[in-house]
């Protein structure tokens, strides 16, 4: 006779609606291989609740915190550039500088406390706001030009490390997009050319690949957004590569470039070597994207429109051929990491991207209402072998949960 009595595991956690379809049809197979009794498999499921239409206005509740914080934040900063020239650059200076530690130490005091997430995000994202207007503050008064990107490149140093310090999200968030702006600008701030645009913007998918595939195992959330960055920086780099003739000029070599450059390779190296397997392959297949842009990019062609040749043609294939598997690849890496923004930003760019070489290369060949139905022709054929690419990964996933191994994320 079976006396086992079940431990109680907390509280119920809140699941997805198929993670726990998925739970309810595995256990009454558990229960049959005998690996867990009746008493067991009701403490199991008693564990778990479907998530809730209230979970759906929480949510609300934090993008409305959220977007306040960020209005507060903006508006210090606005203070900053033009309600405050009546005082001295050092009051001007000491008023951003205690309003942002006070920040600071207030976010942190609320999560010592246990006070409710989204309310400890919003003061985190108020912090990390301010530091930037205390950075354009002192930059201000020590008659720094505001307009240059170094100072995006401290905030979004200071930011980040505010993030990793206390393991937070909304400073990440910060740190994430001035550091986007001062990457691309910072080495083509004196001196660009087409073919810099795309190796800059190659270099900074490599970087945010490595730095998804790190983050996997210390913080989850931050990998999220370091993927999702690196796939929007892969789709523009090949993006920008298949404009016609956007490598004329030749790379335009500066301290700052190189810098990147060492930091792609240096992160992309600790990916492949600390995360082995899979996950390694995410900054690799960035690194390929980046030498396919470059060798795009550099296959100059015609630029009279008149005057389409095979070489044109082949341009505009092998472009279109390239974003299309890079579109697929990414749609593949949304469905196995459970990344639905990736997949979207992956179809939403490929429609951007035949839409631009539909009218910027073979408008000139097929003109009026045949390029809509050429357009719409190729929109329905890509859409087909989407649906059915993800049809048959969805089947293998399903498979693979045939095994203890494969259970839902």
Request: proline share 5%; aromatic share 10%.
């Amino acid at each position: 006779m079976d006396t086992y009595t079940p431990t109680p595991l907390g509280a119920p956690r809140e699941v997805r609606p198929d993670q726990l379809a998925w739970l309810r049809h595995e256990i009454p197979l558990w229960q049959d291989a005998g690996l867990v009794s009746a008493p067991q498999a009701s403490a199991i499921l008693g564990s778990y609740h479907e998530r809730s239409r209230l979970g759906v206005r929480l949510s609300l509740g934090r993008i409305l915190l959220a977007l306040g914080g960020g209005f507060v934040g903006i508006g210090l900063i606005w203070l900053v550039a033009a309600n405050l020239d009546r005082f001295s650059p050092s009051v001007r200076f000491a008023f951003v500088a205690v309003l942002w530690l006070a920040l600071l130490a207030g976010g942190e005091a609320l999560a010592a406390r246990g006070t409710s997430r989204p309310v400890v995000g919003a003061v985190r994202l108020m912090a990390a706001l301010a530091f930037g207007a205390t950075i354009f503050q002192a930059a201000q008064s020590l008659q720094v030009p505001a307009y240059e990107p170094t100072l995006m490149g401290v905030w979004a140093a200071g930011a980040l490390l505010h993030a990793h310090v206390t393991r937070a999200f909304m400073p990440l968030l910060v740190g994430v997009g001035t550091g986007l702006f001062w990457w691309i600008a910072q080495p083509l701030w004196t001196d660009a050319s087409g073919l810099t645009v795309v190796v800059v913007f190659g270099l900074g998918a490599v970087t945010a690949a490595g730095l998804a595939v790190v983050s996997d195992a210390w913080k989850p959330s931050f990998a999220w957004l370091w993927r999702l960055v690196a796939a929007g920086l892969a789709l523009v780099t090949l993006f920008a590569a298949a404009i016609p003739d956007i490598g004329n000029d030749d790379i335009r070599w500066s301290g700052w470039l190189i810098a990147e450059a060492v930091a792609a390779a240096v992160v992309g190296t600790a990916a492949v070597v600390l995360r082995r397997g899979t996950r390694a392959l995410e900054p690799v297949g960035a690194a390929v994207t980046l030498l396919v842009a470059f060798g795009i990019a550099s296959w100059t062609t015609g630029t009279d429109t008149d005057n389409i040749d095979a070489s044109d043609w082949g341009h505009a294939i092998v472009s279109v051929g390239a974003y299309v598997l890079l579109a697929v690849v990414l749609v593949a890496l949304g469905t196995i990491r459970d990344h639905p923004a990736i997949t979207w930003l992956a179809m939403a760019g490929l429609v951007v991207f035949t839409t631009f070489q539909s009218f910027a290369v073979f408008a000139p060949i097929v003109t009026g209402a045949w390029l809509f139905v050429v357009l719409g022709t190729v929109f329905l054929a890509t859409g087909f072998l989407f649906d059915r690419a993800r049809r048959e990964l969805q089947q293998v996933l399903e498979t693979d949960t045939d095994s203890p191994e494969g259970a839902p994320r």
